[in-house]
DNA sequence: AACAAATTTGTAACCATTACAATTTAATTC
DNA sequence: GAATTAAATTGTAATGGTTACAAATTTGTT
């Protein structure tokens, strides 16, 4: 998605395209790293030397209110955000932190309990360690 | 599981019993509340006076080390514990608060991703509005 | 251009968690 | 069983990510 797209994006979900903005959602979406506020912040400030670390904080409480990223919580203390918004599972390797996304062809559940249950957000996350940490050792 | 049993199991996981370990492992597998630690200090001060909140996060740290309770993390700023370490699910209710259990029959994943990986826990959970919320609009 | 509204920014406050040293309790040695 | 050592608990201070807030800047409107 080029610059243009991306500030249509924005305005598409009720969310004027600043400067600001615009580079943020850039940076989480063409990345797709997963990052932290402050990984966001460190990298954009090579850039734009005048951000704020506040504006990543309000940006992402109004991408998030909008719905156009999600917050993924895998560890306290290490809150992280993702444009991809489709269900689909992560797998943090303890090793070396990364992220993967890996996709959920299905997920069968035991119906009685959350029967009337209205179901707004999926979340599915996976602990280990990684193939590449697993040869390295 | 009885106070004795508590105390067995314990030792079973390599875990001195302690009175502050047994009585914080107890409140966790009887009440099934998945409670934050300042839950579990607020309620457990009654009966123990000069219970610390040092010991509550000591204890739960050590819990997890030998792997015979779980984090959930399914809000930034509310880690919440669990002394059921089999794979279920847990629905949050936006609304009311509530974290409910459900079981997972299945879940189907991409195999490629993650093949040769080590996957050493699993984490699924919903967010929504729950059955009586709904009600009782 | 003047004014109002929205956004960004920097600093201070907040608060859950951790670090640490002192105290208490339990285990070991003599 | 007293003395000694080790382990666990406790209270307080420090840490660090997040939020509150007011000032400054930018954007939109009359
Ligand atoms: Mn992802
Ligand atoms: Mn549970
Ligand atoms: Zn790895
Ligand atoms: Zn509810």
């Known amino acids: 998605m ?6 249509e994006y924005l305005k598409k979900n009720g969310i004027k395209p600043s400067l600001q903005r615009i580079k943020i959602y850039e940076y989480l979406s063409t990345k797709k790293n997963h990052p932290t506020v402050d990984q966001v912040y460190n990298d954009l400030l090579q850039e734009m030397p ?13 991408f998030l209110e909008k719905k156009i990223i999600m917050m993924i919580t895998i560890e306290e203390n290490e809150v992280r955000y ?3 918004t489709k ?3 992560h797998f943090k390797c303890e090793n070396c932190g990364k992220i993967y996304d890996f996709g959920i062809s299905y997920i069968q559940v035991d119906e009685d309990v ?3 249950f209205l179901v707004e957000e999926r ?3 996976f602990i280990g360690k990684c193939k590449n940490c697993l040869l390295d050792k």
């Open 114 to 116: 959350l029967n009337d």
């Open 123 to 125: 979340q599915l996350y």
């Open 2 to 7: 080029i610059m243009k797209n991306m500030s």
């Open 50 to 62: 005048t951000l704020s670390r506040t504006t990543v904080y309000n940006t992402f409480k109004l």
């Open 82 to 84: 993702d444009a991809n």
């Open 87 to 89: 269900l689909h599972g």
